[in-house]
């Protein structure tokens, strides 16, 4: 009778810690899922410097045309995880622009939004001009394409994105990893990109 109730209380103890390890790490949802991100008006940054388009991007169904130019979510998905670390849901949206006319002109763009005050607020932004620079302080004669088709991931606060590089655009020859973190309002890289040959 003594072991069995032994193995009750332990059980019981057993049980109580594992819940509360995994209340401790959740990360709460916020109103962000209630964002309509594929309705949705986008400050766009190097998409229209580069495009000569407009700053204001009005996605429907995640697409927009204009002036020979498309801007669209990839995979009309949007990410929700802890991007900053403050234990509350974000949105990761991954966004492909370029020419209509052209397979060679494409841009992207990562905005990341918290959720501040009922609305949806940019919390920052990462491009492919931000993400070039970081490779070239490391790889001075390297280059960046398209986003690699895996998605982008938080993990433990940091912001990994892969990306195509090198080569050329029709035949790349590496996937590069950036890992970034929030700091002073903007993602830093954290450490050398790494990168491995494509298969």
């Known amino acids: ?44 940054s190097v998409c229209s410097e580069d495009l000569g388009t407009a700053k204001t991007v009005k996605f429907r169904k995640g ?15 949007v990410i929700y995880a802890d991007a900053d670390g403050d234990g509350s849901e974000d949105a990761i949206l991954q966004i492909i622009c370029g020419a209509s006319n052209s397979s060679t002109l494409r841009l992207f763009e990562i905005p990341v939004y918290s959720f501040q005050n009922g609305r949806a607020k940019l919390l920052a ?32 606060g940091h912001l990994i994105v892969e990306v195509l590089a090198d080569g050329s655009y029709a035949d790349p020859e590496n996937i590069a990893t950036f890992d970034y973190e929030m700091s002073g309002g903007k993602f830093v890289l954290s450490g050398k990109p790494t990168i491995k040959p494509i298969k």
């Open 63 to 77: 697409r927009f045309k204009a002036a020979g130019n498309f801007f669209n979510i990839i995979g009309n998905k």
């Open 125 to 156: 932004k990462l491009d492919n001009k931000g993400l070039e620079n970081d490779y070239q302080k490391y790889y001075p004669d390297g280059f960046l394409f398209v986003l690699a088709e895996n998605d982008v991931k938080v993990k433990n």
């Open 1 to 44: 009778m003594k072991i069995k109730c032994l193995f009750l209380v332990a059980l019981i103890l057993a049980v109580t810690s594992i819940s509360f390890a995994q209340a401790k790490t959740k990360v709460k949802a916020s109103g962000i899922r209630s964002v309509d991100f594929l309705n949705y008006s986008y400050r766009s």
